[in-house]
């Protein structure tokens, strides 16, 4: 695994023998990177180079005034994050292509990653392909958005069936209207356990597969 910058955005890297493409992963709120080492390196084990992405004010890019934003407004600080995350995916697509990382290309977002997911898909024509995980198209307290703005964009969404932190009925509703494909995961709260987690992650890379044939 490797270490780099694309765009505004530090990276780890882990690269395929025979890469299909490539999936930029966006992990959760209060983590990093390198908390989802495991899953790059899952991704990259099934023929995916894999680029892990720091958020804003995360891992090497961490703000100590971060915490108390959060604290003091969390709608105001949630809405600036993942504008400004979904931003710079464009950016980081150009870097992925300046280090040689081959399309065609697919964003994975985990919780506050998956938001920002949303937020990019569809913004570069590279970013139509998205695995959003227990994440929404729908910021809290804002009316939903027209699904249109995402129309031809292929999204395999994974929520849970009993999330208290992210509620799965507005991203049913999107993903309905695009064509897509969601999948509950029956029984399991946002932190979903372990168990269920490797089996949504081989849901994703079988569905990676057959989406890009």
Same mark, same amino acid.
């Given at each position: 695994?490797?270490?780099? %910058?694309?765009?505004?955005?530090?990276?780890?890297?882990?690269?395929?023998?025979?890469?299909? #493409?490539?999936?930029?992963?966006?992990?959760?709120?209060?983590?990093?990177?390198?908390?989802?080492?495991?899953?790059?390196?899952?991704?990259?084990?099934? #023929?995916?180079?894999?680029?892990?992405?720091?958020?804003?004010?995360?891992?090497? &890019?961490?703000?100590?005034?971060?915490? +108390? &934003? @959060?604290?003091?407004? +969390?709608?105001?600080?949630?809405?600036?994050?993942?504008?400004?995350?979904?931003?710079?995916?464009?950016?980081?697509?150009? /870097?992925?292509?300046?280090?040689?990382?081959? /399309?065609?290309?697919?964003?994975?977002?985990?919780?506050?990653?998956?938001?920002?997911? %949303?937020?990019?898909? /569809? *913004?570069?024509?590279?970013?139509? *392909? #998205?695995?959003?995980?227990? #994440?929404?198209?729908?910021? =809290?307290?804002?009316?939903? =958005?027209?699904?249109?703005?995402?129309?031809?964009?292929?999204?395999?969404?994974?929520?849970?069936?009993?999330?208290?932190?992210?509620?799965? /009925?507005?991203?049913?509703?999107?993903?309905?209207?695009?064509?897509?494909?969601?999948?509950?995961?029956?029984?399991?709260?946002? &932190?979903? =356990?372990?168990?269920? !987690? !490797?089996?949504? %992650?081989? &849901?994703?890379?079988? @569905?990676?597969?057959? *989406?890009?044939?």
């Amino acid at each position: 695994m490797d270490s780099d %910058w694309f765009g505004p955005a530090p990276v780890l890297i882990s690269e395929a023998a025979d890469p299909k #493409g490539t999936v930029l992963l966006m992990h959760g709120q209060g983590a990093d990177a390198l908390a989802n080492a495991k899953e790059l390196a899952l991704l990259a084990g099934a #023929g995916w180079n894999a680029v892990g992405i720091d958020a804003p004010e995360h891992g090497r &890019r961490f703000d100590t005034a971060r915490d +108390e &934003r @959060w604290a003091q407004d +969390e709608p105001a600080a949630l809405a600036a994050h993942v504008e400004q995350a979904g931003a710079e995916l464009p950016d980081i697509v150009d /870097g992925a292509e300046a280090r040689g990382l081959v /399309g065609p290309y697919a964003l994975a977002g985990i919780s506050l990653g998956a938001f920002s997911l %949303w937020r990019g898909l /569809g *913004t570069d024509e590279r970013l139509c *392909t #998205g695995l959003p995980i227990l #994440g929404s198209p729908v910021m =809290p307290g804002e009316p939903a =958005p027209a699904p249109s703005q995402w129309k031809g964009c292929r999204v395999l969404a994974q929520n849970a069936e009993h999330d208290q932190v992210v509620p799965i /009925g507005p991203t049913e509703a999107v993903v309905s209207a695009l064509g897509g494909t969601l999948h509950v995961i029956a029984g399991s709260p946002h &932190r979903v =356990p372990e168990l269920e !987690w !490797w089996a949504l %992650w081989g &849901r994703a890379l079988s @569905w990676l597969d057959q *989406t890009n044939r």
